[in-house]
């Protein structure tokens, strides 16, 4: 509601069609209309809305990957309860698990990607949790768990390449990478989606003059949401890579590469309601700019020198 005016805003629907009714929705998509429409409402019509919109089949990726990293968390700080490093609320991670990236043992590519299941204090683990959950699910509502999957799991791998470019003797944990490839693939929906990011403003007073355009268009909106978001936390992250003095820093590379990743891919790869010409071109363009990324630090983790003395025992 708009003040007193009686005015509400909703996503814009066909008029003729007559199945925008919420009555006559199946209760699944009912469920999931809200927060669709808050967050990642994309949708001429209302048919097209519903079309995209819906739990079938419902978001799985987030939800596993998120307990699997949960799971393996408690699993190592049971373990580590009785040590000397114990897990608390900012410190605590298995230095020696096969799991962590280490630049010592680069040959070991796994690692590039498991890393994200190792989190350093709870506070680490709760942070990367929330944020993957709250972007991921609203993300998967749409554009289905498999695309989700492909952007996050590639923002991981993204963010440990670029990593290792920019701090060659620092082991990197955590799932950074792929909670902010999700934030980049929202920015990377706003542009291909900008013009299907609308609401349609009804009033039931004359507050508003009749010749006003009452879609309004959200995408600035969503811009002003994700924008600050991240450069508020690459902020941090500098701040705090730069400030800390501990041998385990906040990893900048890795925040960076997954928000270049989920920007990059989240083109090609995640739904495009109305799609142009220039925006297949776009699609193209940025996945080639990914892959050449993905190869060029491959090289460099391959023949670069000033890495510490791999270990092979």
């Not at 620092?170 to 609401?199: D, E, K, Y």
């Not at 309601?273 to 460099?300: D, K, N, R, S």
């Amino acid at each position: 509601m708009c003040g007193g005016c009686g005015c509400r805003c909703k996503d814009v629907v066909d008029a003729e069609s007559g199945d925008g009714s919420s009555k006559e929705l199946h209760p699944c998509k009912r469920c999931m209309l809200t927060p669709c429409v808050t967050y990642v409402c994309i949708g001429v019509s209302k048919s097209d809305y519903l079309k995209h919109c819906n739990c079938y089949p419902p978001a799985i990726f987030i939800p596993a990957i998120t307990i699997v990293q949960i799971a393996i968390f408690a699993a190592y700080a049971v373990e580590l309860a009785g040590t000397s490093t114990p897990v608390t609320a900012t410190t605590g991670y298995p230095r020696d698990s096969p799991l962590v990236y280490l630049p010592t043992r680069r040959y070991e590519a796994w690692r590039y990607l498991t890393y994200m299941f190792i989190h350093q204090g709870y506070e680490h683990l709760i942070g990367n949790m929330l944020l993957q959950l709250f972007v991921g699910l609203s993300l998967e509502m749409i554009h289905k768990w498999w695309r989700v999957m492909i952007v996050y799991l590639c923002g991981i791998i993204a963010g440990s390449l670029l990593h290792s470019m920019v701090e060659h003797d620092l082991a990197l944990v955590g799932a950074s990478a792929g909670s902010f490839a999700l934030v980049g693939a929202h920015l990377a929906v706003v542009i291909t989606n900008w013009n299907q990011m609308r609401v349609r403003c009804e009033c039931s007073c004359k507050c508003l003059p009749r010749n006003i355009d009452r879609n309004l268009s959200t995408a600035p909106i969503r811009l002003v949401v994700v924008l600050p978001l991240v450069l508020h936390e690459i902020g941090r992250a500098i701040y705090k890579h730069v400030a800390s003095e501990e041998d385990w820093r906040i990893a900048v590379g890795a925040h960076i590469g997954g928000v270049l990743a989920g920007v990059l891919l989240g083109v090609p790869v995640l739904k495009n309601m109305v799609e142009h010409p220039w925006e297949t071109t776009l699609g193209i363009v940025t996945a080639v700019v990914f892959l050449l990324f993905v190869a060029a630090a491959v090289l460099f983790n391959g023949f670069y020198n000033g890495y510490p003395p791999t270990d092979w025992s």
